[in-house]
């Protein structure tokens, strides 16, 4: 469609976004590369020389990247594995016809909207404080002693806290594509034969795995860079126990002003998460074509 | 499939699906309970459900204690200023792409989107110190600009999604009948589009309001918006659950509506229309 | 007045040529129907003479005046799209005043043109309803409405009939025939049904891969076709092509019959078995399994010929259609 005029116009109409863009990821994407060759703390005026790779061999050898990474790992993969799962039957029981559908999916996508500062709180004080916590009564019931969660499981803490964030967006979205099926296809195949486990197996699972790969993909972008719920729960302690690559730059930057050292453990932050963001696009890429 | 224990089966599942979502909704049914107790009944064990004193005093004391209002009105402007700047920028920008796409315009979807995967940790040093040169820091107007660049690309995404289902014929028609470009805009696409954008509006505010990356690190006591406030509940002494449930519950109430009302945008909008 | 005039005009997309530079008058009050198999370019050459895409080469020219580069709102024409296009959000009245709004006429005419238009159409009843609540008739009546009112010199209609159901369709090709006798005005019409190319024009351009093959009165094209495109294309059912012995005996490459100008009979020049054959009433299309393949026959109502049964048939030689080899009349 379209003629000369109407495609003219379409350019100038694109640019002032595309403009933005440009600068808003070029110009402090360029700064960080730049000032992660350099020696430069804020706490330390003066000079900042050009020190080639050392920010990243200090980086890479900072006794707190390893645990930092692994815990990344075990907090995105927790994470992922907890809502994938949970997503998938939350969304089967909710496809479900029953009374009062309306309100229970209400109830369950509600912590999605509570902002991460807030659910980190209420869930470090008000269910695992191990002495007025909600969790430390119903141990107390059971005749078990209190756990202190955010001191002797902090990762594994912070992984449920997330999770119980993350899980409505799963089930969400599983929902919304288990609900777009087809019915046809479902009393077709019926039709041919197939029993429950048949068509959940042949006809829901091919249709919910394109679902599920872009919630795995789009979870794990904004998984890596969890950071209020750690800030707000274990300012990544004990020791480094619950430090993850996110923090680890903040700790360092923000708190240590080092910024050379920071600015070399953000690009590390960005090109793992262009790792995953290449799988992303494809998908997203290919369904842009229908 | 027996098709007789149709109603027996609907009871079973109406059960079960209940008490997945109130285990589910519990935490927040359990903030907003316990900012209406008392300090001490916040604390009690065996817990108090709903035989205690109600009271509003966590909220008063919420709003002596610190800015309260204050906070929520930088969350407000805030939200509502970074969403309504990137629709402004995103319109024409969606419009062009819906409706004049080029060669090039898959490539520039793809584009914006990938930098909105971009983590914020890796642009944190330099965006700290240019706010810092410019006085940026601890201001409205400077979490807006980020704000609204973080969002840009997703504002930018639904309203294509949406664009593209108004029929090309319509605007040519439109052209046809003897409007010109601004007023193809605004009388034929704009009230067309009405509901994509107010569901992008929605969505947008509800992500800005909960962003909490920029505001805990750009922000302090004069510019924070609850997303930040909220955290200094964190430190010790301000470990009054009564209070804290209070300022959560007027914190995350506003939204927790908003969301509701706009679940099926919600999937759109996080899944770039990947799932709709 | 409604003159229409294309020299030279093509379009190309890319490197892809969609319509290689064409020829085509059109002559004021005429009915002019486009019509072709899918992809044959027919929309394009409409769109380029609406001035929604811009033509790669040529001149169009409108009443004499060159209007290429006029913008589409310039050109004077109005155009009824195949989804009807009409605004949603709008009411039919609103629908159809908007030309008008756009052309700043006052409000008074407005509102005497858009009656006008509504009586013309028979729409009142259903004038401040919205598009979403009409039924396919109502909204092709208001899309036509739409285009009434601002008075073009030509109409320009998009396959505005593809979207309704059959009988509908036969009730809407006849209002915009008795439309186009009221008006007088230039109509040019786009189809992919050479029945609705065959009722209703006045002149038929047929095209093929953006090539214009014939033009002429239906009459014309059903009886003097120029190639055996046309002469497969144009009417239903579709002519019976032969080749080898049975052509040469005409002394052509290829030959064509009609299957209204072959009898069937006890005895013929030609034997066959009846694979299908349906009864309308008033005709029996016979599906006939011969050595030259299937031959479609048309029959009187009331032949009585059933699946399996064995006739003979003998075509109207003097109705013989005959071709060369590059498939031109010969």
């Not at chain 1, 909600?134 to 209190?146: R, T």
């Not at chain 2, 009871?11 to 900012?35: K, R």
């Not at chain 2, 930088?74 to 969606?94: C, K, M, Q, R």
Request: hydrophobic share 50%; charged share 15%.
């Amino acid at each position: 469609m379209a003629t000369q005029a109407s495609r003219a116009a379409g350019r100038l109409m694109i640019s002032p976004a595309v403009i933005l863009l440009l600068m808003w990821m070029i110009v402090p994407l360029g700064m960080t590369i730049y000032f992660s060759f350099l020696r430069y703390n804020l706490l330390i005026p003066g000079e900042n020389p050009f020190v080639g790779l050392e920010n990243y061999s200090y980086f890479f050898t900072d006794p707190n990247f390893w645990p930092s990474l692994v815990n990344t790992l075990f907090l995105v993969g927790g994470v992922l594995l907890i809502t994938t799962v949970g997503g998938v039957l939350l969304a089967l029981l909710l496809d479900q016809p029953m009374w009062g559908q309306g309100i229970v999916r209400i109830l369950v996508i509600a912590p999605f909207f509570v902002m991460p500062t807030v659910s980190a709180l209420v869930w470090k004080n008000m269910f695992m404080n191990p002495v007025n916590g909600v969790f430390a009564w119903i141990a107390n019931v059971f005749g078990l002693p209190a756990f202190d969660f955010l001191a002797h499981a902090p990762l594994l803490s912070i992984i449920l806290i997330v999770s119980w964030q993350w899980l409505p967006f799963a089930t969400l979205i599983l929902l919304t594509a288990l609900q777009s099926l087809d019915s046809e296809q479902l009393e077709a195949s019926e039709m041919d034969g197939a029993g429950p486990l048949a068509r959940f197996f042949y006809i829901m699972v091919p249709h919910l795995s394109r679902a599920a790969t872009v919630v795995i993909l789009i979870q794990t972008i904004f998984l890596l860079s969890v950071f209020a719920e750690i800030l707000v729960t274990t300012n990544g302690g004990p020791g480094n126990a619950s430090t993850n690559l996110t923090y680890l730059v903040y700790s360092q930057s923000l708190l240590q002003y080092d910024v050379g050292l920071g600015s070399a453990g953000g690009i590390v932050a960005v090109i793992l998460a262009n790792i995953v963001a290449i799988f992303l696009m494809r998908m997203i890429g290919k369904n842009l074509e229908t | 499939m027996a098709r007789a224990s149709t109603t027996q089966r609907k009871a079973v599942v109406t059960v079960c699906a209940w008490a997945v979502g109130l285990v589910i909704f519990f935490p927040i049914l359990w903030t907003i309970l316990t900012s209406f107790k008392s300090e001490v009944d916040a604390i009690a064990i065996p817990p108090k459900f709903l035989n205690f004193n109600w009271t509003l005093d966590n909220y008063h004391d919420v709003q002596e204690r610190s800015r309260y209002f204050l906070h929520f009105m930088n969350s407000v402007i805030i939200s509502l200023g970074s969403t309504i700047l990137a629709l402004i920028i995103a319109i024409p920008a969606a419009w062009s792409m819906a409706f004049v796409p080029g060669r090039r315009t898959k490539d520039i979807l793809m584009w914006m989107l990938s930098t909105k995967m971009l983590p914020a940790v890796g642009v944190l040093v330099p965006i700290y110190l240019i706010f810092r040169d410019f006085g940026l820091l601890d201001t409205r107007t400077g979490l807006i600009i980020v704000l609204t660049m973080m969002n840009l690309p997703i504002v930018v995404w639904m309203l294509y999604t949406y664009f593209k289902e108004i029929p090309g014929e319509i605007l040519e028609a439109a052209r046809m009948d003897g409007a010109t470009l601004s007023k193809e805009i605004i009388y034929i696409l704009t009230p067309m589009a009405v509901p994509g954008i107010a569901s992008t509006l929605l969505l947008n505010v509800i992500l800005s309001w909960n962003e909490a990356f920029w505001t805990l690190n750009l922000t302090a006591a004069n510019s924070a918006p609850l997303s930040a406030f909220i955290a200094s509940y964190s430190s010790p002494e301000g470990l009054f659950y009564a209070k804290l449930s209070a300022a959560s519950t007027m914190a995350i109430a506003p939204i927790l509506i908003l969301g509701w009302f706009s679940q099926k945008q919600l999937v759109r909008g996080l899944t770039f229309g990947a799932v709709k | 007045m409604g003159q229409i005039e294309l020299k030279g005009v093509a379009k190309r997309f890319g490197d892809a040529e969609v319509i290689p530079p064409l020829d085509l008058k059109i002559e004021d009050g005429e009915f002019v129907v486009f019509v072709g198999p899918s992809g044959c370019g027919k929309s394009t050459l409409l769109r380029l003479i609406a001035g929604l895409e811009d033509v790669s080469g040529g001149k169009i020219e409108i009443d004499g005046r060159d209007a290429t580069a006029e913008r589409p709102a310039q050109r004077g024409l109005a155009m009824v799209f195949q989804s009807y296009a009409l605004y949603p959000h709008m009411s039919v009245r609103k629908n159809i005043a908007f030309p008008l709004k756009m052309a700043k006429v006052p409000q008074a005419e407005i509102d005497a043109k858009v009656n006008n238009a509504a009586e013309i159409l028979n729409l009142a009843s259903y004038i401040d309803r919205r598009p979403g609540q009409l039924s396919g008739g109502q909204r092709q009546r208001v899309a036509i409405g739409r285009a009434i009112v601002r008075n073009p010199q030509a109409f320009l209609f998009d396959e505005p009939l593809s979207n309704l159901d059959a009988a509908l369709r036969v009730n809407m090709r006849l209002e915009i025939t008795e439309l186009h006798n009221t008006l007088k005005t230039t109509m040019i019409y786009v189809t992919h049904d050479q029945v609705e190319a065959m009722t209703m024009a006045d002149k038929i351009v047929v095209l093929q891969a953006g090539k214009i093959e014939q033009v002429g009165s239906p009459l014309d094209l059903y009886n003097h076709p120029k190639n055996r495109f046309v002469a497969g294309f144009i009417g239903s059912p579709k002519m019976n092509f032969m080749t080898g012995a049975e052509a040469a005996k005409h002394d052509a490459h290829e030959i064509g019959f009609r299957p209204e100008h072959i009898a069937v009979g006890e005895t013929g020049d030609w034997k066959g078995k009846v694979t299908v054959s349906e009864h309308l009433g008033s005709d029996t299309f016979l599906h006939v399994d011969t050595e030259f393949g299937i031959i479609n026959v048309r029959a009187n109502g009331n032949v009585d010929v059933h699946h399996g049964d064995t006739i003979w048939m003998t075509p109207d030689r003097s109705k013989v259609h005959r071709f060369d080899a590059a498939g031109n009349t010969l």
